[in-house]
């Protein structure tokens, strides 16, 4: 059970149901209680009335007149009648039970009143001295029935008000639950949202009146969303005013540079050509970081117009295997299939080709890039992209679409490039609504696969 809010709304019911039944429960054992006290000062206040006229019919008419006295009350009273004379005989004959002779023992010791209950029913013993000077006692069986649970009703009744009883409980904790755990569902919304990218997102559903821990978390938590924002707008304008600032000076020391190679003599063109290197790679470097800029302040507010996927592909794999024919390798379409993507055509094709061309510079000599446009799911277009290199370690394949990462051994800097590609492409096709994953294959290289939601795909394949 991994719902917050299920988890407290039944412990909350639970708690409030077993508390309810404890106060029903110890409510009826209170009364039950106060009942029976006050039926044991009733029997100690009317018994020896009652049991005095019983002895003087049996002391003063006989044994027949008793029994036909007993006769006339035994529809009229509530209880059964016994008298015993001191020995313990009853004037009846008739068997007593062991509770009894037991009450009368005691009733004979005490000579007063002795009230044993058992179960619904209860014994009560008299002893007493008639006008005559003889000494009885008389025993009374009286039975009552059980206290009912609630006020005396027909089973549906009763059933019918369990089922309230419930209901109301569930409400109360369902607004004691719904208070406690909104905040805490916002807040978690929020976090997924700003875990996913979206710097704006905060918490915005809270009651302007609340005011306790929870809100002030939410307080907080908004506080410390805005600090990313400004923090990572501020990163972002630095990079993109540095990168913009570097480029004239840059574009200045490239004029220079051909001047000076010009009238150069052999001996330091070697050196000049290996500045015109270097300057080639910090210019690359600059061009990156503003893609890499250009894609993070865009976000999902470029303009969106309907891509060809495939067609986009054709162009990337056929510039990039032109490129890799004079490297000594090539790169090929395995699977294409038609399919629509609404997006920004530019960076769609920045985000592929810098996959194709990383994976151009790792495969080995002599082998191929294979590309692949697969529709895993009817509104899912995946473009998988494999080379035949040395791959990367397990630990370091979520970090490679980080900017500036490098791998070390063999993607080092004499093999690789900027180290800004892969981070261009993550951030584009995040920007789309899509996903970017990496893995080893088991047979060796490194696999790419850009994951893009499409509006219209077609299943027929094109190549094969």
Known sequence: MRSLFLKIFLWFWLAMVLV??????????????QSRTRDEAMDRTMTPLIADDIAEVYDRAGKQAFAAFLARGKDSFPWQVYLFDPEGK???DRPASQEMRGL???????????VLHQGNSRLVAQWLRTASGKPYVVVLALSHPPSPLFLPAPSQ???????????????VCFAITRHITSPILALRNASKQLAGGNLAARVTSLAPARRDALADLSHDFNHMAEQIQSLMS???????????????PLARLGVALGLAQRSANPETSVSLNRIERETYRLNE???GLLQLSRVEATGENFRK?????????????SDADFEATSRNRSVRILESCASQFSGDPELIRSAVENVVRNAVNYTAEGTEVQVSLLHPQPDLALIRVRDHGPGVPESSLESIFEPFYRVENSRDRA??????????????IRAHAGSVRAHNDPSGGLVIELCLPVTRPANTPLLA
Request: no cysteine.
């Open 305 to 317: 117009q309907p891509v060809h996927l495939a067609s986009l592909l054709e162009e990337i794999v």
């Open 157 to 171: 009744v009763q059933l019918l008000r369990f089922l309230i009883v419930l209901l109301i409980v569930g409400l």
């Open 104 to 114: 009368l023992s005691l009733a004979l010791i005490s000579q007063g009143t002795e």
């Open 234 to 248: 501020s990163q972002q304008r630095l990079i993109g005013d540095i990168s913009h600032e570097l480029r004239s």
């Open 90 to 92: 009853e004037a009846l």
């Open 285 to 287: 470097i600059i061009s």
């Open 20 to 33: 309810s039944l404890t106060l029903i429960l110890s409510s009826l054992w209170s009364e039950s209680r």
């Open 415 to 428: 093999t690789g490039g900027t180290g800004l590609g892969l981070s261009i492409t993550e951030r584009a």
